[in-house]
């Protein structure tokens, strides 16, 4: 069975433009979370998903959104860039009531 | 809301006992624990659902006190693969499994 798969695995931008990272499930699993990942803060939650759905959201600027589509796969978007926005951005997948399985992340450097 | 976990950091021998702790101000309804290796994704342990059951994975365990909504984890003679920083998530009354928060985590350093 396939992991969690994230693309891109990195990723440079300059401040005030927008990026879109992808995540791929674990096929089955419905719930997709994302979480930002800097080495002061730890991981800290950005947004779930189940069923196309935003069940959950963190306490992000709206900069930050998702989506999720019917195939369960989802999307990250970060509009207008700030240098604080450099981060592993890890997604999580999970049949949604369980462990999350978690893929590599995509590290963003915001320059 | 992000639970508190101690120590930050920790330096062990092969064959040493360690002890993390992860404490909550607010209502848990279950804890996990993570361990993420350096460079690498987190993976999973273990979840402690309220009850104060104590599980078990290898040599690691926990333990979840609901009246003091803390956890600890447990690492009985670690071992050299046991180092990366461990992460206990929680999820409160009213949230998801898929909305764990994190505490900053504990680095641990298991030295030969």
């Known amino acids: 069975k396939a992991g969690v798969t994230q693309t891109p695995r990195y990723l440079i931008k300059t401040r005030g433009q927008q990026v879109t990272l992808s995540c791929s499930p674990i096929?089955?699993?419905?719930?997709v979370s994302w979480y930002q990942q800097t080495p002061g803060q730890g991981l800290q939650f950005l947004f779930e998903y189940f069923s196309e759905t935003q069940r959950n959201k963190g306490n992000f600027p709206g900069r930050f959104s998702g989506r999720q589509f019917s195939n369960s796969r989802s999307e990250m978007n970060v509009s207008t860039l700030e240098l604080g926005d450099s981060a592993l951005y890890l997604c999580?997948?999970?049949?949604?009531?369980?462990?999350?399985?978690f893929g590599s992340g995509t590290q963003l450097s915001v320059l | 809301q992000q639970p508190v976990q101690s120590p930050q950091a920790v330096i062990l021998r092969e064959g040493e006992d360690a002890v993390i702790n992860c404490s909550s101000s607010?209502?848990?309804?279950?804890v996990h624990w993570y361990r993420q290796k350096h460079g690498e994704a987190p993976v999973f342990l273990m979840i402690?659902?309220?009850?104060?059951e104590q599980k078990g994975h290898e040599k690691i365990s926990a333990s979840f006190n609901e009246k003091k909504q803390q956890s600890s984890l447990y690492l009985t003679a670690s071992q050299l693969s046991y180092s990366g920083t461990y992460f206990c998530?929680?999820?409160?009354?009213?949230?998801?499994?898929?909305?764990?928060?994190f505490g900053k985590g504990t680095k641990l350093s298991v030295k030969p």
């Open positions: 096929s089955g699993h419905r719930s």
């Open positions: 998530g929680s999820v409160f009354y009213g949230g998801s499994q898929g909305n764990l928060i």
């Open positions: 607010k209502a848990l309804y279950s």
């Open positions: 402690l659902l309220k009850g104060g």
């Open positions: 999580a997948s999970s049949l949604g009531n369980e462990k999350l399985f």
